[in-house]
């Protein structure tokens, strides 16, 4: 199974701050990497796939990287809407995968 | 608008069964690959088993085979996933979601608002 590391585990930071957040896959994911928002009691909200296309309705602050196995979630100007928990996702290979999530608290 | 409402979930006994429903509406339900995601209580996401639109390809994790089957009724509009030898570690809430992809690129795009399974005497 491909394993999707992802760190930080838990942060925190201020509105306006610009945060990223890390998966390293264990193998060749290709493309087939995406970001999730989920906010307490909601389902998961898909925010980028394939890995840097932003999903319709998605405000331009989130953007996606690649370098690698290595992917990244950057938001460039914290809102307050955005502190929740963000997963990754690889879709290369089944069984898919999520990273551990990364909560995003306000410092 | 995509609509996916899950159904069917509850309190059941280990070794017990249990048959998820998820409804959809505002697409073409026949035609999209379909899948279950879970989530555990305070814990993260784990991806369960896709179908193809026609039924035709099924997928799922190590830890559910040969005991859940996913399946479709396209002319119900409808998801299910029948869950049998239930165990504690099945304890979760259960997602259904609309899979969505291409050549490089594959997404759970739209997602129900879940159904909670307990598993406990």
């Known amino acids: 199974d491909i394993q999707m590391t992802q760190s930080p585990s838990s942060l925190s930071a201020s509105v306006g701050d610009r945060v990223t957040i890390t998966c390293r896959a264990s193998?060749?994911?290709?493309?087939?990497l995406n970001w999730y928002q989920q906010k307490p009691g909601k389902a998961p909200k898909l925010l980028i796939h394939?890995?840097?296309t932003l999903q319709s309705g998605v405000p331009s602050r989130f953007s996606g990287s690649v370098s690698g196995t290595d992917f990244t979630l950057t938001i460039s100007s914290l809102q307050a809407e955005d502190f929740a928990t963000y997963y990754c996702?690889?879709?290369?290979?089944?069984?898919?995968?999520f990273g551990q999530g990364t909560k995003l608290e306000i410092k | 608008e995509v609509q996916l409402v899950e159904s069917g979930g509850g309190l059941v006994q280990p070794g017990g069964s249990l048959r998820l429903s998820c409804t959809a509406a505002g697409f073409t339900f026949s035609g999209s690959w379909m899948t279950w995601v879970r989530q555990a209580p305070g814990k993260g996401l784990e991806w369960v088993a896709n179908i193809k639109g026609d039924g035709s390809e099924k997928d799922s994790v190590g830890s559910v085979k040969g005991r859940f089957t996913i399946s479709r009724d396209n002319d119900k509009n409808s998801l299910y996933l029948q869950m049998n030898s239930l165990r504690a570690e099945d304890t979760a809430v259960y997602y259904c979601a609309t899979l969505r992809g291409s050549s490089d690129t594959r997404f759970f795009e739209c997602w129900g608002q879940g159904t909670l399974v307990t598993v406990s005497s």
């Open positions: 996702l690889q879709t290369h290979r089944t069984p898919y995968t």
């Open positions: 394939g890995p840097s």
């Open positions: 193998q060749s994911i290709i493309t087939f």
